[in-house]
């Protein structure tokens, strides 16, 4: 059993998310801390995406997909760069690659920030989608964890 973790210091689990880290404010991802990495890590993918987005958009909208973050990483600094340290991003469903912040069109959503332990690295290239990494993550996640925020039209 896993102690996989990932907090923020900006909000807590089920809270709002500031308002800066919105699509159309800063637009910029908040940090996060990550703890209890199991020692057979071999790379960490982060997915953030909207499931009360259905309703609206037809589908659960993806926010950021990011995989082959050094398992070492206990940070992820707002702002952050992944492909500057060698992880690689995908493409989220504004059509852009990297973090696309909330942005709910009609009342409050919840945002999943989900991370995932794998015991290898993936061979996915930049710009696939997070179906691609979920199908590439099949059988090689060692542990989750899961950091909820709300944020408000």
């Known amino acids: 059993m896993s102690d996989l973790q990932l907090t923020s210091p900006v909000f807590d689990d089920g809270e709002p998310i500031p308002d800066e880290y ?12 990550v703890s209890g990495v199991p020692d057979e890590t071999e790379s960490l993918a982060l997915v953030v995406d909207d ?8 589908k659960v909208w993806d926010h950021w997909v990011v995989w082959n973050v050094d398992p070492g990483r206990e940070h992820i600094p707002e702002e952050w760069s992944p492909e500057s340290e060698g992880a690689v991003e995908g493409q989220n469903d504004y059509g852009e690659r ?4 909330p942005n709910p069109p009609d009342r409050p959503h919840t945002y999943r ?3 995932y332990a794998l015991d290898t690295e993936l061979d996915l290239p930049a710009g696939s989608t997070k179906a ?6 099949a059988g090689h996640v060692l542990a989750e ?6 944020f408000a039209p």
Do not use: C, I, K, S
């Open 132 to 137: 691609d990494l979920e199908d590439a993550m």
């Open 113 to 115: 920030f989900r991370l």
């Open 51 to 58: 499931p009360d987005a259905v309703e609206p958009a037809g």
């Open 22 to 33: 919105g699509y159309t404010a800063r637009d910029v991802n908040p940090p996060l801390d």
């Open 98 to 101: 990297g973090y696309g912040g």
């Open 145 to 150: 964890a899961e950091l909820d925020g709300t």
